[in-house]
């Protein structure tokens, strides 16, 4: 039965999550749906290779904050790499500005990326994340330019780039 009391305790529960989103606290790591993945470390192997960044986004799922990768203002030509294995993941090809503060492309590198439902936020949503190594690296939306249509909205901090050699 909806009443006052239920509806200001699920509003206080949605702002609290809206919160921590919001603020960038990790939510724990889902399952991989099963997934079995070429490069396996321990958590304690993640967390010694990666940056507190890194590991939020890459092993727990975050989001960084808009604006703030280097990578988003990216222009030269070169290959972004997956921060956790260095698999080539995208072509600065295919990068374009969306102006959501994240790198954005309208297409993965064969075989770079996998996809799978995120059903976090009370919404469906398409996850991408790292072929090799399960690193959570985005998501993708249909709202995209041609030729494909698709938007990677892709964190910057789970990536590395490596410049095209002259």
């Known amino acids: 039965m909806v009443n006052r009391r239920n509806f200001l305790i699920f509003g206080g529960t949605l702002s609290v999550i809206a919160i921590a ?7 724990p790591a889902r399952a991989a749906s099963g997934e079995a993945f070429a490069v396996t470390r321990t958590d304690a192997e993640w967390r010694a290779i990666l940056t507190d960044e890194q590991y939020r986004i890459l092993r727990h799922e975050d989001t960084e904050r808009p604006f703030t990768s ?10 972004f790499q997956c921060a956790g294995c ?9 990068k374009y500005d969306s102006g959501t503060g994240w790198p954005s492309f309208w297409q993965s ?3 770079g990326v996998a ?3 995120d059903k976090s936020l009370f919404m469906t949503r398409t996850e991408c994340h790292c ?3 399960g690193g959570h690296l985005g998501h993708v939306f249909d709202d995209g330019p041609p030729p494909t249509g698709k938007r990677h909205c892709i964190n910057g901090f789970a990536l590395t780039f490596v410049p095209a050699s002259a």
């Open 21 to 27: 989103a919001a603020k960038g606290f990790p939510h």
């Open 70 to 79: 280097a990578l988003n203002n990216e222009k030269r030509k070169g290959i």
């Open 86 to 94: 260095a698999l080539p993941v995208y072509s600065s090809e295919a």
């Open 109 to 111: 590198l064969p075989g």
């Open 115 to 117: 996809t799978r439902d």
């Open 131 to 133: 072929h090799r190594c």
